[in-house]
């Protein structure tokens, strides 16, 4: 049977919701969410002065989100032109905003550029991008490390983060000489990003990666140069099956260690420490509400066919990854082995297969859960499909902030 797990929301306001805003619904436990970024925030600084931590806007790009967590202290971590817009219309500019691009176009530089921000390069030739836009470099300058190694607890995005096979980063020769570049052109103060994890809760793999990174710092520091800030970018991870969490001042203690014992061995100045999460602050916090339209029979096997679907929550079908689902109101039930699939028309648009779960109808609402990061940023409108609104619960109180979609939307992009 899969693990129970206590559903934050009280029974009433769920059939409130599905009554006014109808299904498949993204919903968030906003208290738990400030509660956990604010513990996150406090357990981090007391490790390791001057740490900043900065949300991964892909993980949830909702502005409500996002001010509720810039509030608290957090800066914001940016990957394209309209998480920058996004970060602007919030009011989060300047070195509140860390962006880290990929194949990145000299339009997002000058965007970067124009609010200030710092900038992560993904390659050294992008230097000479950077200068010949208003030829000049920006003081604070940040270059993306690819290690050869990376970690991952899903099996299909195994190493692609990180290592020969990833298309991030750059080794260390190419790191030394876009540093030797931009402080040519009048670059100041360096700093390291490595992003090699994706939902890590092995604690072993930041001593590892900390390990590499200084060994990075050293070769700088040979060829003339020092490095004041280390990015160790996001990916702890979540148990998105137990919904347990690691121990995060184990974490940050090791973590602080690692960083002190290096700079002592290499003779180095005890670089400041950024970091990037999003799934681990907003992950756990959000919950997709989808009604079961048919139970379908097919040879030995049962299928509840959602009305959310592979647009609503990429991961499973994509990742093969693993989401908690429960059954609204049948926590008692008996359970059978069953898969829960959606209805695009697509094979792999499935949330689980042979799971055991509570003997359902046509009408319940499944409850998907952990779906507070990487799950409503990553839809697509493949077959039509609409994006589910979002809803923000703060204690007993909700706030619409997203509409659906409609079919209006949907056209209003189209010239003919």
Same mark, same amino acid.
Request: aromatic residues 12%; negative net charge.
């Given at each position: 049977?899969?693990?129970?797990?206590?559903? @934050?929301?009280?029974?009433?306001?769920?059939?409130?919701?599905?009554?006014?805003?109808?299904? @498949?619904?993204?919903?968030?436990?906003?208290?738990?969410?400030?509660?956990?970024?604010?513990?996150?925030?406090?357990?981090?600084?007391? !490790?390791?002065?001057?740490?900043?931590?900065?949300?991964?806007?892909?993980?949830?790009?909702?502005?409500?989100?996002?001010?509720?967590?810039?509030?608290?202290?957090?800066?914001?971590?940016?990957?394209?032109?309209?998480?920058?817009?996004?970060?602007?219309?919030?009011?989060?500019?300047?070195?509140?905003?860390?962006?880290?691009?990929?194949?990145?176009?000299?339009?997002?530089?000058?965007?970067?550029?124009?609010?200030?921000?710092?900038?992560?390069?993904?390659?050294?030739?992008?230097?000479?991008?950077?200068?010949?836009?208003?030829?000049?470099?920006?003081?604070?300058?940040?270059?993306?490390?690819?290690?050869?190694?990376?970690?991952?607890?899903?099996?299909?995005?195994?190493?692609?983060?990180?290592?020969?096979?990833?298309?991030?980063?750059?080794?260390?020769?190419?790191?030394?000489?876009?540093?030797?570049?931009?402080?040519?052109?009048?670059?100041?103060?360096?700093?390291?990003?490595?992003?090699?994890?994706?939902?890590?809760?092995?604690?072993?793999?930041?001593?590892?990666?900390?390990?590499?990174?200084?060994?990075?710092?050293?070769?700088?520091? +040979?060829?003339?140069?020092?490095?004041?800030?280390?990015?160790?970018?996001?990916?702890?991870?979540?148990?998105?099956?137990?919904?347990?969490?690691?121990?995060?001042?184990?974490?940050?203690?090791?973590?602080?260690?690692?960083?002190?014992?290096?700079?002592?061995? !290499?003779?180095?100045?005890? @670089?400041?420490?950024?970091?990037?999460?999003?799934?681990?602050?907003?992950?756990?916090?959000?919950?997709?509400?989808?009604?079961?339209?048919?139970?379908?029979?097919?040879?030995?096997?049962?299928?509840?066919?959602?009305?959310?679907?592979?647009?609503?929550?990429?991961?499973?079908?994509? !990742?093969?990854?693993?989401?908690?689902?429960?059954?609204?109101?049948?926590?008692?039930? +008996?359970?059978?082995?069953?898969?829960?699939?959606?209805?695009?028309?697509?094979?792999?648009?499935?949330?689980?297969?042979?799971?055991?779960?509570?003997?359902?109808?046509?009408?319940?609402?499944?409850?998907?859960?952990?779906?507070?990061?990487?799950?409503?940023?990553?839809?697509?409108? !493949?077959?039509?499909?609409?994006?589910? @609104?979002?809803?923000?619960?703060?204690?007993?109180?909700?706030?619409?902030?997203?509409?659906?979609?409609?079919?209006?939307?949907?056209?209003?992009?189209?010239?003919?």
């Amino acid at each position: 049977m899969s693990v129970e797990r206590y559903f @934050p929301f009280n029974n009433l306001l769920i059939e409130r919701l599905i009554k006014i805003y109808d299904t @498949p619904l993204q919903i968030y436990d906003i208290n738990s969410m400030k509660e956990n970024a604010t513990n996150f925030l406090e357990i981090f600084s007391n !490790y390791l002065p001057g740490f900043k931590q900065f949300f991964a806007v892909k993980a949830l790009p909702n502005p409500y989100i996002l001010k509720i967590l810039t509030d608290l202290g957090m800066g914001l971590d940016c990957s394209s032109e309209t998480e920058l817009l996004l970060a602007k219309k919030i009011g989060i500019t300047g070195d509140r905003v860390m962006f880290t691009s990929n194949f990145t176009s000299d339009k997002d530089l000058k965007l970067a550029l124009d609010l200030g921000v710092i900038i992560n390069l993904d390659d050294s030739c992008l230097v000479n991008n950077l200068y010949s836009i208003y030829n000049k470099m920006p003081e604070k300058l940040f270059f993306r490390y690819n290690p050869g190694i990376g970690k991952t607890n899903s099996e299909t995005i195994s190493n692609v983060l990180g290592g020969p096979d990833a298309k991030f980063g750059m080794d260390s020769d190419s790191i030394i000489e876009g540093i030797k570049n931009s402080s040519l052109l009048g670059t100041q103060e360096f700093g390291i990003h490595v992003m090699t994890g994706s939902n890590v809760t092995d604690i072993n793999y930041w001593s590892e990666l900390i390990d590499k990174i200084f060994e990075l710092l050293n070769l700088i520091k +040979i060829s003339g140069f020092g490095i004041k800030y280390i990015n160790l970018g996001g990916g702890i991870g979540i148990d998105y099956k137990t919904g347990e969490t690691i121990d995060l001042k184990l974490l940050v203690k090791n973590i602080s260690e690692r960083v002190e014992f290096n700079s002592s061995n !290499y003779n180095l100045i005890t @670089p400041t420490i950024y970091m990037e999460n999003g799934r681990f602050i907003t992950g756990p916090y959000g919950y997709l509400l989808a009604k079961c339209n048919v139970v379908k029979k097919l040879y030995d096997k049962t299928f509840y066919g959602l009305d959310a679907c592979m647009s609503n929550l990429m991961r499973p079908g994509m !990742y093969n990854s693993y989401h908690h689902i429960s059954v609204f109101q049948k926590s008692n039930s +008996i359970y059978k082995p069953a898969n829960v699939v959606g209805t695009l028309c697509e094979n792999n648009d499935w949330f689980a297969k042979d799971r055991l779960i509570p003997v359902a109808e046509p009408g319940d609402i499944f409850i998907i859960w952990d779906t507070g990061a990487h799950a409503h940023s990553m839809g697509f409108q !493949y077959n039509g499909k609409l994006r589910a @609104p979002e809803i923000a619960i703060d204690n007993s109180t909700f706030l619409p902030i997203r509409r659906r979609e409609t079919f209006k939307d949907y056209i209003s992009t189209c010239e003919n």
